[in-house]
């Protein structure tokens, strides 16, 4: 499976992910929604993706997800 990093600028993420299935992506920072089948380490500060791409998760989302 590709991995790949997609710019939506026509929608809110917050809309995105309402669209997104429920379970299977989350908001870890203003800027970022991922697909948690993805992540494979979560830190305090960023997660890191299955092809080594480290995402900050930004304050407001440390305890949401």
Excluded: C, M, W
């Amino acid at each position: 499976s590709t991995l790949s990093l997609v710019n939506i600028n026509l929608k809110k993420l917050s809309q995105l992910l309402d669209e997104l299935a429920v379970n299977q992506f989350i908001q870890v920072h203003k800027s970022y929604i991922v697909n948690q089948n993805h992540i494979v380490i979560r830190k305090s500060n960023e997660i890191v993706l299955k092809n080594k791409i480290a995402i900050p998760i930004g304050r407001k989302f440390k305890n949401t997800n």
